[in-house]
């Protein structure tokens, strides 16, 4: 995925759950940003981020949209989850696997349907502490009642897996028991029903000065405590 008019800026404050503040060119500025999660370890005060300047939106309140932002290890990192099922996508079509975008069964849609037969969710892992990522980052009703869909369809006999993508290298993965009791729980209880967990790497590099190159790839050996 390619994505231009890059413009770097310094991240200021959050003014509610999706209005921020950021300082670019010298000049204080709100936008909209679409994680509802609480990325406190990445938008820090005076952290360094990376946002896209839009085109032809004449109907949107905000015409610059939050890209990248510069994590502890000094990397910049994808922190837009927007762009998550796009990324998918692309990695699904380089890798010829056959799928389907947002399947209905019973009351849920489910993000893909891979060869027909293998029902998967896409989940954002952007909090990572040292080389282990963790999900969630924000107490949430909404990815328990996905797991709990994932392990009706493994008790019918159907194949269920969840795939994270995380915005960092990792060597280990934990479910957020401290913040979300509930879907580690569950989280677990899919595991034992023979569900899948797989994990992509999300990889950000410049072309030039305003255009990032981003791209998935697969990390292997993760061990899930």
Known sequence: MIIKNINKAIF?????RFVWKWLLNWKEILFHIWDTGRLWELLKENNKILIEKLT???KRKY??????????NWNFVLVNSLLHSKLVEEYL?????????????????????LNKNIFVEIKWCSLIIWDT????????????????ELIKILKNWG??????????????FSPNKETDPQFSKSFYNFLNNWGKVNFLK??????????????LEKLKNIKIL
């Open 12 to 16: 200021l404050k959050r003014l509610n």
């Open 56 to 58: 032809n939106t004449p």
């Open 63 to 72: 015409s610059l949209r939050l890209i990248s932002a510069l994590n502890p």
């Open 93 to 113: 079509k380089a890798n010829k696997i056959p799928y389907q975008k947002e399947v209905k069964i019973w009351n849920s849609r489910i993000d893909f349907l």
């Open 133 to 148: 990522g963790l999900f969630p980052d924000a107490p949430t009703k909404r990815w328990t009642k996905h797991l709990e």
């Open 159 to 172: 194949k269920a897996e969840i795939r994270f993508l995380a915005v960092d290298n990792i060597k280990y």
């Open 202 to 215: 999300v990889n950000l590099s410049f072309l030039d000065n305003s255009t990032l190159n981003v791209n």
